[in-house]
Structures are given as C-alpha cells and as structure tokens.
C-alpha cells in the first residue's frame, strides 16, 4: 500500500471515529473497553426506546446526555420530576418505567441513589440522559425489588422540572 493511501486510510478512521464521538454527545464514558453501552432513541417528550447493551458491564458509572436540555439545572439538593426508564444489564429487559405508568415521578435527589445523586447534577430541563449503575452505586449486593443483587442499571431520564 502507498504511503499516500495509508494517510488516506488513517484520516478517514480518525474522521469516523470523531463523527461517532461527537454524535454521541457523551459527558464521561467507563474505561471497560469490553462494554457497549446501550442506544438510545425516541423524541423529546415520548417514551425512550432503549437497545440491549453487550458485553460486561462498566464499573464505573455511564453518563451520556441524548438530548441536552435548556432550563433549570439540577444540583445536588433540587428536587426533580421526570420520566424514567430503568432496564437491568444483566437481562437487557425493561424493569420499570414511569412513562407506562402515565405520571412522571417527583423526589428530592438527596433521597434517591447514589448512581442518580451523582449522575444527575448538571443536567436542565427538557434533558434526556443515559445512566449506566453499577451495584455499588445502585442497589448493592442485596438488590431491591424487581432488581436482582449486583445488578447494573441501565436508567434513561429526562428531566421535566427542577425545583
């Protein structure tokens, strides 16, 4: 191969591989190069349509912001009402979501996980962000509820309002 194909050839990965980092507007990523974090898609304002993720889980926690809201910013001491969809890693299923339940949740993010504690701040209203948990900032080694122990979890959240 020529000298100027393998320039050729080397630009052309380096533009794809910025094209797919720029497109997924990630905020911080895990180092696991084994994970592949799931798709996100849907509108603004519906529910999220979320794909399975592959491989193992991060260990650490997963920001991606889908869609970057403009309104109020959320700190560590607001409380929030949005719409949710969680799904566990290790089954790739949806667990739970508010938006089939037709009402958004409202809480104060002091009182939530840590996964979500430290996930959340910096969003605004009108966001939609992806958090990939794991355990030890969700619900640990004893699970709770529909979730199993050790789980990862796998939240879509779009913030609605933050007060």
Known sequence: MTRTKKATLISLSILLTLSTLTGC?????????????????GEAGSKPVIGAPQGAAPATLVTNDIIVGTGKEAVATSTLTVHY?????????????????????TFPLSGVIAGWQQ??????????RLLVIPA??????????????????????????VS
Request: charged share 15%; aromatic share 6%.
């Open 25 to 41: 507007g990630a905020k911080s990523v895990s180092n696991d190069a084994t994970a592949t974090n799931p798709t996100v898609s």
């Open 85 to 105: 969809t969680l799904m566990a890693w290790s089954t790739g299923q949806v667990v739970e979501s508010s938006w089939d339940g037709g009402s958004p949740a």
């Open 119 to 128: 996930g959340i701040p910096g969003m605004k209203e009108g966001g939609r």
């Open 136 to 161: 030890e900032l969700g619900y640990g080694a004893a699970g709770g509820g529909p979730i199993g122990p050790n789980e990862t979890l796998i939240f879509v959240v779009d913030v609605i309002s």
